[in-house]
């Protein structure tokens, strides 16, 4: 029997099981696959499972209702929404695989004197930030930023790379030549910081029983937020005019065991004056292929 002559809905089930790319290819077979290929029945299935639970906590569902499955999993895509009460973390979806990203805001990160003027200010760029708020440093000798994130909110069995998402303003400065220390540990392994210079081959362990990585490296990863030319350094420049720059990656098992992921950011070496760093928060997406 020809493919073709499956009833519509059949062929949709059939184009359920395979990925957002085989649905848009199908598309060319020929209109009753473009039909099929369309239908809420296979869109449903490549968004979440929960993505009505989500976007019950953003102000801007209501603007999403009346989409089809396809049309909405674009719009996630391609358009960030703001969800939870506080407005500081940010919800949308792998293009590739229908998986969940999430950035948390900069008002959700620990940030040491954060609220100290002198120090930190909070401005509203609009124009620039998905947030209601971005932390701008006015003045600071050392670093140590601190984003949390709920691993029960993810995608199972997916490795995850954790991003930092910053800018430098007109005044910037005290960043070329000193680099910052990334690390990336589940919460209640925070021995294995404390545990890094004395015993390599300990931390080498308790990581790989973890599955976290940074940079592609067993340990602490060390970069510079704005290296010169003759560093060598992947920084790269987000669609939206944001610079980022990973700071590792771990594997989500999944399972029914609650984990915290935890990103920190240190700079307490140089003791060196520092000014104008704009943070944005820390974005968590999978890694391609996963």
Not at 12 to 37: E, G, M, N, Q, Y
Request: hydrophobic residues 35%; glycine residues 6%; proline residues 4%.
């Amino acid at each position: 029997m020809e493919i073709a002559k499956l009833p519509e809905e059949c062929i949709s089930h059939i184009i359920s099981f395979t990925s957002p790319k085989d649905a848009c290819r199908s598309c060319l077979v020929c209109p009753l696959f473009r039909s099929a290929s369309d239908s809420d029945v296979v869109w449903r299935k490549f968004l979440p499972h929960d993505y009505h639970q989500i976007l019950s906590n953003s102000a801007s569902a209501s603007s999403m209702d009346s989409l089809s499955r396809k049309k909405l999993y674009f719009h996630l895509c391609d358009n960030p929404i703001i969800i939870d009460s506080d407005q500081n973390m940010s919800f949308n979806i792998n293009k590739e695989s229908g998986k969940k990203c999430y950035m948390i805001g900069a008002r959700r990160l620990s940030i040491p004197w954060g609220i100290t003027p002198a120090y930190w200010r909070w401005p509203s760029l609009p124009a620039e930030s998905r947030f209601s708020r971005v932390a701008v440093m006015e003045l600071e000798w050392w670093l140590h930023i601190k984003g949390r994130m709920e691993t029960n909110i993810l995608s199972p069995k997916t490795t995850y790379g954790a991003y930092f998402v910053y800018k430098f303003n007109e005044r910037s400065r005290g960043f070329k030549g000193n680099p910052v220390d990334f690390q990336i540990y589940f919460e209640g392994e925070e021995e294995v910081d404390e545990r890094m210079v004395g015993s390599r081959e300990l931390l080498n362990r308790q990581m790989r029983r973890s599955r976290v990585s940074l940079n592609g490296q067993m340990g602490r990863s060390r970069v510079f937020l704005n290296p010169s030319e003759d560093e060598r350094q992947i920084i790269r420049v987000r669609e939206d005019g944001w610079l980022e720059v990973e700071m590792g990656e771990f594997f989500n098992d999944g399972g029914d065991d609650h984990r915290v992921v935890v990103c920190r950011l240190m700079e307490t070496d140089s003791c060196v004056r520092k000014i104008g760093l704009v943070v944005e928060g820390i974005e968590f997406r999978p890694k391609s292929g996963t």
